[in-house]
């Protein structure tokens, strides 16, 4: 059984560019989480999808949007690079009716130059 | 700001001792307690999670305390090896909300020396 699979592992932009991160969620779940971890810091909540809707959102700017497609599996998309952006960054899924469960998967690490 | 609050910020043991990794929050919303364990360079891996209505669980050499009128709980590891070297992220889920966003705390790295 698969579990949470994340692409690419590592990325290096520059500022002011765009990336867009990928998920694939473990097998059976329907929703899936995005997190932002900084370096030495615990995961901030970004959003989470749940059937290819956004239903929560934490505080984190426009510039960070999502998608998730009908397989479940889900992007992360963020516009306009800051070196603030720097993070590891982190998907999680889970099955929307139990609620509250979440499998990490190890993360995709940006770097912003 | 920070909705869940971990102490200590680092912690070393010798092996067999007892690490105690304690966290407190206010929002009395929150009805779902997990802690999970990450390795440098992994994601984070759910060791073991608690309800309030639960004082305590037990899972292998990890237990969970919680005291829910001191909006306390902590994270015991019997039998410390130095593969339990790690760091250490306690969460609380707020139910109010329709989603399942997980609040963490800042985390507490165990060194577990031989």
């Known amino acids: 059984d698969a579990g949470v699979t994340q692409s690419p592992t590592h990325l290096i932009k520059t500022r002011g560019q765009q990336v867009t991160l990928r998920c694939s969620p473990k097998?059976?779940?329907?929703?899936v989480s995005w997190y932002q971890q900084a370096l030495g810091q615990g995961p901030q909540f970004i959003f989470q999808?749940?059937?290819?809707?956004?239903?929560q959102r934490g505080n984190f700017p426009d510039r960070f949007s999502g998608h998730q497609f009908p397989n479940y599996s889900s992007e992360l998309n963020v516009n306009a690079l800051l070196l603030g952006d720097s993070a590891l960054y982190l998907c999680?899924?889970?099955?929307?009716?139990?609620?509250?469960?979440?499998?990490f998967g190890p993360g995709t690490r940006l770097l912003v130059l | 700001q920070q909705q869940v609050k971990q102490s200590p910020q680092s912690l070393i043991v010798q092996k067999g001792g007892i690490p105690i990794i304690n966290c407190a929050y206010e929002?009395?919303?929150?009805?779902?307690f997990p802690w999970y364990q990450q390795f440098p360079g992994k994601g984070p891996a759910l060791l073991i999670a608690?309800?309030?209505?639960?004082s305590e669980k037990k899972e292998g050499r990890f237990t969970i305390s919680f005291n829910k009128s001191a909006k306390q709980f902590s994270l015991h590891i019997m039998d410390s090896q130095p593969g339990d070297s790690a760091t250490y992220f306690c969460?609380?889920?707020?139910?109010?909300?329709?989603?399942?966003?997980?609040?963490f705390g800042k985390g507490t790295s165990l060194l577990v020396t031989p």
């Open positions: 999680a899924s889970s099955f929307y009716q139990a609620g509250q469960t979440q499998y």
């Open positions: 097998s059976g779940h329907d929703t």
């Open positions: 999808y749940y059937e290819e809707e956004e239903r």
């Open positions: 929002n009395t919303a929150f009805d779902y």
């Open positions: 608690i309800r309030p209505d639960v």
């Open positions: 969460a609380a889920r707020d139910h109010s909300n329709s989603g399942y966003a997980l609040n």
